[in-house]
């Protein structure tokens, strides 16, 4: 994971310091600094989608602490503003106030002009940087419960009294403030910069420990990445925005879903065709059973039945069965013109009787004749004239 750290000037045309950093190395990729905002585009290409912590410059914010009622709901925090009031020096209404821990009843507040915290996410959103969290300086410093921490930063003095409290400015004019500080407060003072105005300080008789194991930018972002306070919430709460290539990707998959779903619905009309075909098939065939085998009555498993039957009519009694019978006899049906319109076979007399259907009498005595050629016995029972067609039944012996 990489992380790059920027700290904001107060205005567009104020320097700015940034320094990109890499976990997974364990160091500094790259650091430096811009003329002004207008070159904050070019941090894009510092790195392939790096967390961005932006860094202010805490002139530019106050901190407070307040006092709550006791089980004090978090409504109460909308009536924090007006209790500070008469201790911010300007209309409040003009100001923004971002909530930090709170501690018992003692509740963390830091506030800061609208009109600046505006300014700060134009900077960061104009140059296409996401970047979600925004932390004072002095909050990243390391915090001791009875010590301050002090670093220099090009010429300004940077300086963290308490968990929640801290001066930021130039280094020539918070010298003398951060020995006075020190020395009422008998603290000792941790310096993680050179100081132009260290001298000064260890003539004052502070006792003064250096610890510079990292750059100031360095130790910045170290601090703000522990740090849980964020002046971008509320009405600043930045939410991530859609990229472009996501975007492209989003088109992909959508017209990748409508390749699917087209697919889908042409599968479905295939199937509800192929269903309604098996449906029509299925009933021809039980038509069709119930009319070759009307004596089974309802049938459950039509293609078993006619397997079990067929097999009956193959192990047929005799020395012929009515599958050889109707084989050998084909012909004779072709020439007559005879065709069934039933038939019925007697296994134990190997005996074949049929209602059969012709175009004329003679077509009925040429099939008793060519059929008798064959060595069968046939035996007509009475002829019937149906109109343009004759009926007759039929006994055919084995």
């Keep these: 994971m990489e992380y790059l750290a920027i700290r904001l000037g107060a205005s567009t045309d104020d320097r700015i310091d940034w320094l990109l950093w890499s976990d997974a190395e364990?160091?500094?990729?790259a650091s430096g600094t811009l003329a002004n905002a207008d070159d904050l585009a070019s941090l894009k290409d510092k790195a392939n989608n790096p967390n961005i912590i932006a860094i202010a410059p805490s002139s530019l914010v106050g901190f407070k602490q307040v006092t709550l009622p006791n089980k004090s709901s978090r409504k109460v925090l909308q009536a924090i503003p007006f209790m500070l009031e008469e201790e911010v020096a300007h209309d409040i209404n003009d100001l923004?106030?971002?909530?930090?821990?709170?501690?018992d009843n003692i509740q963390n507040v830091a506030y800061c002009k609208l009109t600046q915290l505006e300014t700060w996410q134009a900077m960061l959103e104009e140059a296409?940087?996401?970047c979600d969290k925004l932390v004072p300086d002095v909050l990243?410093?390391?915090d001791y419960d009875s010590a301050i921490s002090a670093l220099q930063i090009n010429d300004e003095l940077i300086?963290?009294?308490n968990a929640f409290n801290g001066i930021q400015g130039e280094s020539i004019w918070l010298s003398d403030m951060l020995a006075k500080h020190a020395i009422s407060e008998s603290q000792t003072v941790h310096v993680y910069s050179e100081l132009s105005e260290l001298k000064k300080l260890s003539d004052s008789g502070i006792s003064i420990e250096q610890h510079f194991d990292d750059l100031p930018m360095q130790l910045l972002l170290k601090g703000a990445r522990q740090s849980k306070f964020n002046l971008f919430q509320g009405q600043f709460t930045v939410k991530r925005k859609t990229t472009g290539h996501w975007q492209k990707y989003k088109v992909a998959a959508a017209l990748a879903a409508l390749a699917l779903i087209v697919n889908l619905v042409d599968t479905t009309i295939s199937l509800n065709k192929i269903e309604k075909e098996r449906t029509a098939v299925r009933a021809q065939i039980k038509q069709a059973t119930e009319r070759g085998f009307p004596q089974l009555g309802k049938?459950?498993?039509h293609r078993r039945m006619i397997a079990r039957e067929m097999q009956k009519l193959e192990q047929g009694g005799g020395s012929i069965s009515m599958l050889n019978m109707l084989a050998r006899l084909s012909p004779v049906f072709a020439d007559s013109g005879v065709s069934p319109q039933s038939l019925r076979f007697d296994s134990k007399?190997?005996?074949l009787r049929m209602q059969s259907v012709a175009s004329n009498f003679e077509s009925l005595e040429r099939f008793k004749r060519n059929a008798e050629q064959l060595g069968f016995i046939v035996e007509q029972g009475a002829i019937n004239n149906q109109g343009d067609r004759v009926s007759g039944a039929i006994v055919i012996k084995g």
Aim: proline fraction near 4%.
């Design 96 to 103: 923004f106030f971002a909530f930090g821990d709170k501690t």
């Design 128 to 130: 296409g940087l996401f």
């Design 140 to 142: 990243c410093l390391p």
């Design 26 to 29: 364990d160091e500094i990729i």
């Design 349 to 351: 007399r190997t005996e």
């Design 299 to 301: 049938v459950l498993n």
């Design 159 to 161: 300086v963290r009294t």
